[in-house]
T-cell receptor, first 112, second 113 residues
Framework: GENVEQHPSTLSVQEGDSAVIKCTYS??????FPWYKQELGKRPQLIID?????GEKKDQRIAVTLNKTAKHFSLHITETQPEDSAVYFCAAIRPYGNKLVFGAGTILRVKS | GAGVSQSPSNKVTEKGKDVELRCDPISGHTALYWYRQRLGQGLEFLIY????????KSGLPSDRFSAERTGESVSTLTIQRTQQEDSAVYLC???????????FGQGTRLTVV
């Protein structure tokens, strides 16, 4: 089955700097890769996702890149702000009835 | 409803008692997941339902845990003979086909005393 590894487990950055979180997956058939943000005491919410037919997707200050050959994908947050502090989870899924598999999560702290 | 709804929001139970947690997915969503999240930890997969297929129960930690789903509607997670290590937030999520965005409920915070 699919296995998703996520690094780093914790990340501290200065406000305004960039943050990068990386994930690798094991199943080459996986084709959907979402990223979730979970603020303290709240439910995880989707912030960006990418499908295997594209290599990069951007939404304002966040972007995701996908390297299918290497089976890894990354979340990039530019110009970090204190409100970006949260736990971020990556995930991967293959189509047709298979479950979404999450990474272990990254605690991002943005210091002001 | 507009989103995934879970009940109760909080549950305090005595060790050894059984509990039932409920999840109402978004209407029309065929995929439904249950996860457990201990304090400060990640999302621990418990069980996955997809349409009328047999559920993927590979994440259930012991035979004290079970879950049911009627068709593409409500799901119930049952924990029998609760133990203190069962204390956690139990999150439910649903998605339209399983390989699209999953929407999470607000969770049920279970405390076993």
């Amino acid at each position: 089955g699919e296995n998703v590894e996520q690094h780093p487990s914790t990340l501290s950055v200065q406000e305004g700097d960039s943050a990068v979180i990386k994930c690798t997956y094991s199943d080459s058939a996986s084709n959907y890769f979402p990223w979730y943000k979970q603020e303290l005491g709240k439910r995880p919410q989707l912030i960006i996702d990418i499908r295997s037919n594209v290599g990069e997707k951007k939404d304002q200050r966040i972007a995701v890149t996908l390297n299918k050959t290497a089976k890894h994908f990354s979340l990039h947050i530019t110009e970090t702000q204190p409100e970006d502090s949260a736990v971020y989870f990556c995930a991967a899924i293959r189509p047709y009835g298979n479950k979404l598999v999450f990474g272990a999560g990254t605690i991002l702290r943005v210091k002001s | 409803g507009a989103g995934v709804s879970q009940s109760p929001s909080n549950k305090v139970t005595e060790k050894g008692k059984d509990v039932e947690l409920r999840c109402d997915p978004i209407s029309g969503h065929t995929a439904l997941y249950w996860y457990r999240q201990r304090l400060g930890q990640g999302l621990e997969f418990l069980i996955y339902f997809q349409g009328n297929s047999a559920p993927d129960k590979s994440g259930l930690p012991s035979d004290r845990f079970s879950a049911e789903r009627t068709g593409e509607s409500v799901s119930t997670l049952t924990i029998q003979r609760t133990q203190q290590e069962d204390s956690a937030v139990y999150l439910c999520a649903s998605s339209s086909q399983g390989w699209t965005e999953a929407f999470f409920g607000q969770g049920t915070r279970l405390t076993v005393v």
